[in-house]
C-alpha cells in the first residue's frame, strides 16, 4: 500500500480513544474521518454506532483503531479484517492466544495488516536497556525481579461496568500489567512459566479475578519473577523492573517505564533518565504508518503479543 494520508476511524471513544485522537491531530499523514461508539458520545466527527455502519458511509478508511473495552477487541478486530482493512487494537489485542492466531491467520488471507499497542516499547528507557542487553554490555543476565504494587479500588470498578469481569476485563495481567509483561518478553526474548499462585484480598466483592499474584519465571539460564497487587493501601506504590547481570544492575521504575532509576554498568558512566513524557502513541504510530507505506514489518504487529497473551493464559489457568 503506498499512499500519503491514511484514513482512519475509532472504535470506542473513552479515555485511551480520545488519546488517539489527539494523537493524531499531531500526525500530518494520518487523518480521523469517523467515531464508532455504542454509547452516546461527543465529537465534532460524524459518530456510527458501529463499524458496519462505518464502513457503509466511509468505505475509504484504511485503518481502525479499536479502543473498546478488552473482551470486544477479537470480536470487532475479525469484523475489520473481514472488510479488509487495516486495524491497530488497543492492548490486550484478545483475551486468547487462538484468538490472536485466528486473527493474524484472516489477516494474512486479506493481505491486510494487524498491529498493537505496544508503546511502551518506544520508550527512551527502554530502549536503552534493549540495546544494552543487544549489544551483550551486561554479560548474563543472572536475575530478574518485577514488582508492581498498584492501587484499584472498589470505587474504580463501580465507576465503569466493563472492568472486573471476566469476559470484558479479563484480569490484572491484561488490564493493569500487560505492558510489564510485554516489557520482559522484548528484553528477554522469552519466558517460561515456573510456578504462579494468585489471590483475591481485597476485591472479592468488585471483581471476577485475583488482584494479586507472584510468579517465577526462566528464560534460558536467568530466573525472573513477579509480584503484582492492586491492593496496595490508598494509591499506587511501585512499579520497577530489576535486572540483575553479571557486568551490571539496572532499575526501570515509574508506572510507565519512564525512569532509569539505577545504572551501574562496567565500563559505562552513571546515566539517570527520566522521560519528559509517558505517552509513547505518537511513536507508535510513526512506526506503523512506516511499516504501511513500505510493507515492512513493525514493532507493533500482533505476532510480537502472541507470547504474553499466552503467558497470562497460562496463569490464569493455574
Ligand atoms: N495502551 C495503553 O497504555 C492503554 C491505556 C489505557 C487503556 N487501554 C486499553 O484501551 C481500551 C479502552 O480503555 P478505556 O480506558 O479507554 O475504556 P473506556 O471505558 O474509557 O472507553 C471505552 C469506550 O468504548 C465504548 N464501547 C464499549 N463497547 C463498545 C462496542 N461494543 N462498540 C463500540 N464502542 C464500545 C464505550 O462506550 C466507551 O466510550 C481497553 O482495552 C484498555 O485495556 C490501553
Known sequence: MKKNIFNAAIVGF?????????TISS??????????????????????????????????????????????????????????????????????????????????????RIFTSLQLRFSPVIDYVKKLCEKNLLGQLYLVSVECFWNRNTAYYEKSSWHGTQKTDGG??????????????????????????????????????????????????????????????EKNFESSITLIAEKGTIKISGQYMNQLLYHHVENTNPVKMECKTTRFHKDLYENILLSLDKNIPSIADAENTMDVIEFIEKIMKE
Open 172 to 233: 490484572i495481567l491484561f488490564t493493569q500489567f500487560s505492558h510489564f509483561l510485554d516489557i520482559l518478553f522484548y528484553l528477554l526474548g522469552n519466558l517460561e512459566l515456573v510456578s504462579s499462585k494468585t489471590e483475591n484480598f481485597s476485591h472479592q466483592n468488585c471483581i471476577d479475578f485475583p488482584d494479586t499474584g507472584i510468579l517465577q519465571f526462566k528464560s534460558g539460564e536467568t530466573l525472573g519473577s513477579m509480584v503484582y497487587t492492586i491492593s496496595t493501601y
Open 14 to 22: 473513552g479515555h485511551i480513544g480520545k488519546l488517539h485522537l489527539e
Open 27 to 112: 500526525i500530518k499523514e494520518l487523518n480521523v474521518c469517523a467515531i464508532v461508539d455504542s454509547a452516546p458520545v461527543e465529537s465534532e466527527l460524524p459518530v456510527f454506532p458501529s463499524i458496519k455502519e462505518c464502513h457503509l458511509s466511509h468505505p475509504e478508511i484504511d485503518l481502525y483503531i479499536i479502543a473498546t473495552p478488552n473482551g470486544y477487541h477479537y470480536q470487532q478486530a475479525k469484523e475489520v479484517l473481514e472488510l479488509q482493512k487495516n486495524v491497530l487494537v488497543e492492548k490486550p489485542i484478545a483475551l486468547h492466544k487462538k484468538q490472536v492466531e485466528e486473527l493474524i491467520t484472516l489477516s494474512h488471507k486479506y493481505n491486510v
